[in-house]
């Protein structure tokens, strides 16, 4: 299935943190990637998300506001599952 891609704005690249902000139109995709740091997801916006990764899918509610974090190595394919777009940021930590 082709998908758009998601839209990525670099905001801070340093040598403490990569800050990015993610905009997801309805039906948009990142591609798969892994991340070589870990990181912080903070949602500007609700939505639906599917990770699609290489143990299988999953479906996941992103509220506004409420953070989560994922490790180093994470790979995934993140998708706008839902009707409405939703945008994060995402704060990548280096070592």
Same mark, same amino acid.
């Given at each position: 299935m082709q998908r758009t891609q998601a839209?990525?704005?670099l905001q801070i690249d340093d040598s403490q943190v990569i800050v990015t902000r993610w905009d997801f139109p309805p039906g948009s995709? /990142? &591609?798969?990637?892994r991340h070589e740091h870990d990181y912080v997801i903070v949602p500007l916006t609700d939505g639906r998300m599917r990770l699609e990764t290489p143990e299988g899918e999953s479906v996941v509610t992103l509220e506004a506001g409420v953070c989560y /974090?994922?490790?180093e190595g994470t790979e995934h394919n993140v998708i706008n599952? &839902?009707?409405e777009p939703f945008a994060f940021v995402e704060v990548e930590v280096k070592k």
């Open positions: 839209v990525s704005q995709e /990142t &591609g798969w990637h /974090t994922r490790v599952d &839902g009707k």
